[in-house]
């Protein structure tokens, strides 16, 4: 396929807000537009105003078409599919990314023609209705190409039998590049966690385990960062559990506080779990944006932090249930820290995204 070929990216969520089916779609618009691709993104307003998204909108060197949710939410869907099917009419290309997404891009292919990709990252794949389940198959089907961003999510529609193109989600090296440290952090060793509280991210699970880490660390802290959905549920365990002193709730924050507070951190965690709906981590894109700062990070095992993770060398996956296993890891990791810190930052530099986009130029053409 040739460049200036036409390109829609159809997603679920789009940068201001966060999220990381949304900063996956932005760095894909991005790179793609730099090899000359004709991008546009269709996506949903997020914003009480949309202010915010129309001043970040006009820094883009494509288009982004941002649909307005209504309060009756079929209204909603009707909008995605009704100014989806009009853009891609234009498109030679659809990427769809993002539960609706999936749907909907699928659905305009059966009046359209157009090449058309999926990217899963998990949730979406995973859910425990058949119907909702036996739908998002069915739609996977109607797709050209079908990418997932983990070796995990992969194994969750390998029942398609199609073939899956693993393709790892990626960084921005240069992040951080320019930024410099302005707050002091309390703790010795600093744990710090990056993502909305709630029970896929696992903040709750590192909770239950400070009452024994306190024991061989009486100083340490547990930083907790990103919009505060369950902090209520988390505050009241931490409290029943005698240990609500020893972590720290900074909420959603901008790029300077988060880097200050990751550079001085010990050892990321992320003790992600699979919820009761299917709600599943499918990547771990935070942790190897810590890994840039040398932040060695533990993560859990059955997940797609698999992925994220070179185990033994940037990090360690554990059973995020066993007791024992965070504090073996923990230990490990300050007693090499050296070697872990040195190998955190080798890994991370592997998931440039200016490499990983040559992945997708590759199904492009």
């Not at 890891?329 to 040559?358: G, M, P």
């Amino acid at each position: 396929m040739n460049k200036n070929t036409n390109i829609t990216i159809v997603a679920s969520e789009f940068p201001p807000q966060p999220g990381g089916i949304g900063n996956h779609a932005y760095n894909l618009a991005w790179y793609l537009s730099k090899e000359n691709y004709e991008v546009e993104v269709i996506t949903d307003v997020r914003s009480k105003d949309s202010v915010e998204e129309n001043v970040f909108d006009k820094t883009l060197p494509f288009k982004v078409i941002r649909i307005n949710r209504s309060r009756i939410q079929v209204f909603t869907y009707f909008k995605r599919l009704l100014i989806s099917f009009r853009r891609l009419k234009n498109a030679n290309v659809a990427i769809a990314t993002g539960k609706f997404s999936l749907w909907n891009v699928a659905f305009c292919g059966l009046f359209l023609n157009f090449k058309s990709l999926a990217i899963v990252h998990g949730t979406e794949v995973n859910f425990k209705s058949y119907t909702l389940k036996s739908s998002i198959d069915k739609a996977l089907l109607r797709f050209d190409n079908i990418i997932a961003v983990s070796k995990y999510t992969k194994s969750l529609i390998n029942h398609l039998h199609r073939d899956i193109v693993v393709i790892p989600n990626a960084i921005n090296t240069d992040k951080w590049k320019g930024l410099k440290s302005s707050l002091i952090l309390k703790g010795n060793p600093v744990l710090t966690t990056v993502g909305r509280i709630s029970e896929r991210k696992g903040q709750l699970q590192v909770i239950k385990h400070l009452p024994e880490l306190i024991k061989y660390y009486p100083d340490i802290h547990y930083h907790c960062v990103g919009i505060p959905s369950q902090i209520k549920v988390c505050s009241k365990i931490a409290k029943e559990l005698g240990v609500l002193s020893y972590v720290t709730f900074h909420g959603s924050v901008d790029n300077y506080t988060l880097f200050s507070i990751l550079n001085q951190t010990d050892i990321f965690v992320m003790l992600s779990k699979e919820t009761s709906s299917g709600d599943v981590e499918g990547f771990g894109i935070a942790i190897l944006e810590a890994n840039l700062l040398g932040i060695p990070a533990i993560g859990s095992k059955g997940c797609g932090i698999e992925d994220a993770i070179n185990h033994d060398e940037s990090g360690i996956l554990i059973n995020p249930k066993d007791d024992k296993a965070l504090l073996r890891a923990i230990n490990s990791i300050l007693n090499n820290n050296e070697d872990y810190r040195r190998n955190a930052l080798n890994w991370a530099h592997q998931f440039n995204w200016s490499t990983i986009v040559k992945s997708y130029l590759y199904i492009l053409k």
